[in-house]
T-cell receptor, first 110, second 109 residues
Framework: DTAVSQTPKYLVTQMGNDKSIKCEQNLGHDTMYWYKQDSKKFLKIMFSYNNKELIINETVPNRFSPKSPDKAHLNLHINSLELGDSAVYFC?????????FGPGTRLTVL | RKEVEQDPGPFNVPEGATVAFNCTYSNSASQSFFWYRQDCRKEPKLLMSVYSSGNEDGRFTAQLNRASQYISLLIRDSKLSDSATYLCVVPVQRQNFVFGPGTRLSVLP
C-alpha cells in the first residue's frame, strides 16, 4: 500500500551515462514533483507536473527531463551524468499544498 | 533576504523540554505554510500545515505572523523520537515551493 514509490533506491553510475529514475503514486493526486537534495541537505524543487502538463521548470540543466506517461507516474531521465549530479532525488505528489514524498533515490556518479 | 531562512541549530535539548524554531520568509504573497520533519537518510514527512494564524496538533504548535513574515514551531514535552531536522516550506507561486535549510533537533535522554 505504498503511497509514493521510487525505483531504484540506489544508483551508482559512471560519468557520461544516461539513467532514469521512476516514480509512481497511488494517491490519485493531480500534481507530482521532483526534488534534489544535495550533500549540504538543501532540498530544491526541479520539476512539477499537473495533469501531465509541466507547470514549473526550475533552472535545471536540460540534461534532466521529466516524463509523465500518465497521472500516476513521473519519471526523471538524466543524460550525460556529471559528478555534480550526485545527490538524493525525491519524488513527491500533492493534492494541493501538502506534499507526500517517496523514499528517495541516492544517485552516485563516479 | 533569502526566500526562506531558519534557525541554523543544532538544538540539543533534554527530554521533556520545550523548544521553538523560527522560520522567516520574503514573499509577502505566500498564503499557506508547512512544517516537515526529515529523519536522517529518510524522506521529508509533513508535520503541520499553517493556513491562518496558527495550528496546534498535540505537543506541536505552529504560529504564523504575517506582518513580520515568520512562522514558528513549538514542541512541548520533547521526546527522543522528536530528534530530526525540521523544514519550513513556503509556496512562492502556484505549485512552486521553497524549502528552508532546516533546523536540526537532538533530544537527549
Amino acid at each position: 500500500d505504498t503511497a509514493v514509490s521510487q525505483t531504484p533506491k540506489y544508483l551508482v553510475t559512471q560519468m557520461g551515462n544516461d539513467k532514469s529514475i521512476k516514480c509512481e503514486q497511488n494517491l490519485g493526486h493531480d500534481t507530482m514533483y521532483w526534488y534534489k537534495q544535495d550533500s549540504k541537505k538543501f532540498l530544491k524543487i526541479m520539476f512539477s507536473y499537473n495533469n501531465k502538463e509541466l507547470i514549473i521548470n526550475e533552472t535545471v540543466p536540460n540534461r534532466f527531463s521529466p516524463k509523465s506517461p500518465d497521472k500516476a507516474h513521473l519519471n526523471l531521465h538524466i543524460n550525460s551524468l556529471e559528478l555534480g549530479d550526485s545527490a538524493v532525488y525525491f519524488c513527491a505528489s500533492s493534492p494541493r499544498g501538502e506534499q507526500f514524498f517517496g523514499p528517495g533515490t541516492r544517485l552516485t556518479v563516479l | 533576504r533569502k526566500e526562506v531562512e531558519q534557525d541554523p541549530g543544532p538544538f540539543n535539548v533534554p527530554e521533556g523540554a520545550t523548544v521553538a524554531f523560527n522560520c522567516t520568509y520574503s514573499n509577502s504573497a505566500s498564503q499557506s505554510f508547512f512544517w516537515y520533519r526529515q529523519d536522517c537518510r529518510k524522506e521529508p514527512k509533513l508535520l503541520m500545515s499553517v493556513y491562518s494564524s496558527g495550528n496546534e496538533d498535540g505537543r506541536f504548535t505552529a504560529q504564523l505572523n504575517r506582518a513580520s513574515q515568520y512562522i514558528s514551531l513549538l514542541i512541548r514535552d520533547s521526546k527522543l523520537s522528536d530528534s530530526a531536522t525540521y523544514l519550513c516550506v513556503v509556496p512562492v507561486q502556484r505549485q512552486n515551493f521553497v524549502f528552508g535549510p532546516g533546523t536540526r533537533l537532538s533530544v537527549l535522554p
